[in-house]
């Protein structure tokens, strides 16, 4: 199984990015999905998270700003992040839980991709 991470970059505060994750592999289903990150210096922290349902949660600080939503047909999650803040520069990871035949749940991560917003 492999997730593979796409869409950061370097971006001015108050601009927008759209962070985009696949799953690969052979995969017999997703449950939770997610973004989390990890600041210079900081410890890596929640960003959103989206059920196979749709049932969303995000950190206090994103709220309003950033959007997750999934693609359960291609075992995709996408984060759209509007109104970018220098403090939200971090490396950005996606994670999901889900089920394999071979290891049953797990949960599996990304590579990570830079957000950088410039003042």
């Known amino acids: 199984v492999q997730l593979q991470a796409s869409g950061g970059g370097l971006v001015l505060a108050g601009g927008s990015l759209r962070l985009s994750c696949a799953a690969s592999?052979?995969?017999?289903?997703?449950?939770?999905m997610g973004w989390y990150r990890r600041a210079p210096g900081k410890q890596r922290e929640l960003v959103a998270t989206?059920?196979?349902?749709?049932?969303?949660n995000y950190a206090d600080s994103v709220k309003g700003r950033f959007t997750i939503s999934r693609a359960n047909a291609r075992n995709a999650v996408h984060l759209q992040m509007n109104s970018l803040k220098p403090e939200d520069t971090a490396v950005y990871y996606c994670?999901?839980?889900?089920?394999?035949?071979?290891?049953?749940?797990?949960?599996?991560w990304g590579q990570g991709t830079l957000v950088t917003v410039s003042s």
């Open positions: 989206i059920t196979s349902g749709g049932s969303t």
């Open positions: 994670a999901a839980s889900l089920w394999t035949r071979a290891r049953g749940t797990n949960d599996y």
């Open positions: 592999g052979s995969i017999g289903g997703v449950n939770v």
